[in-house]
C-alpha cells in the first residue's frame, strides 16, 4: 500500500491535498487541508479537484486555507522544547563514578544503560558533554 493518499474521485490517483467534509445539518460543504488521518465520511482531493469543487444549489462552500509548504515548528512546539531544557538544566549533576540512577534506561547496571546518561524524566534524557 502506498503512503501517499490519493484522491477520492473515481479513476483519479494524482495525491491527495485536501480533504472534503460535509455538515448536513447546515448545508455546508467544507474543503481543508489534508486530515491526518483518511476518515470513512470525509474525501481525499487532489490539487485540481479542490480547486474545481462545486456544491449543490443551496449549499455553501467553506474554504480553508491549505498550506502547500512543509510543517513549521508552532510556537507550543518551541516553548515544550525551551521547558524541557530549563528542567534539564535544573536537575542536579552526579558524580560520573557514582553508580548509575534508577530512572536510567534498563536500572542499575541493565544491559541498556548509556555512560553518557546522566538522568531521566519520562522520554527525556540528560545527556553528559563529550568534553568532560
Given at each position: ?12 490517483g ?9 455538515v ?22 487532489c ?74 524524566r ?11
Amino acid at each position: 500500500m502506498s503512503p501517499v493518499r490519493r484522491c477520492s474521485r473515481t479513476a483519479c490517483g494524482r495525491p491527495a491535498v485536501a480533504t472534503l467534509t460535509y455538515v448536513y445539518a447546515d448545508s455546508t460543504a467544507v474543503l481543508g487541508p489534508l486530515a491526518t488521518y483518511a476518515e470513512p465520511h470525509c474525501y481525499d482531493l487532489c490539487s485540481e479537484h479542490s480547486e474545481r469543487l462545486t456544491a449543490p444549489r443551496g449549499w455553501e462552500v467553506v474554504r480553508l486555507a491549505v498550506e502547500s509548504g512543509p510543517a513549521r515548528p508552532s510556537g507550543d512546539d518551541l516553548e515544550a522544547l525551551a521547558n524541557a531544557v530549563r528542567e534539564a538544566a535544573r536537575t542536579p549533576r552526579r558524580d560520573p563514578s557514582a553508580a548509575a540512577p534508577s530512572d536510567a534506561v534498563g536500572g542499575p547496571g541493565g544491559r541498556d544503560s548509556d555512560p553518557m546518561e546522566v538522568a531521566r524524566r519520562g522520554h527525556l534524557r540528560v545527556l553528559r558533554s563529550p568534553e568532560s
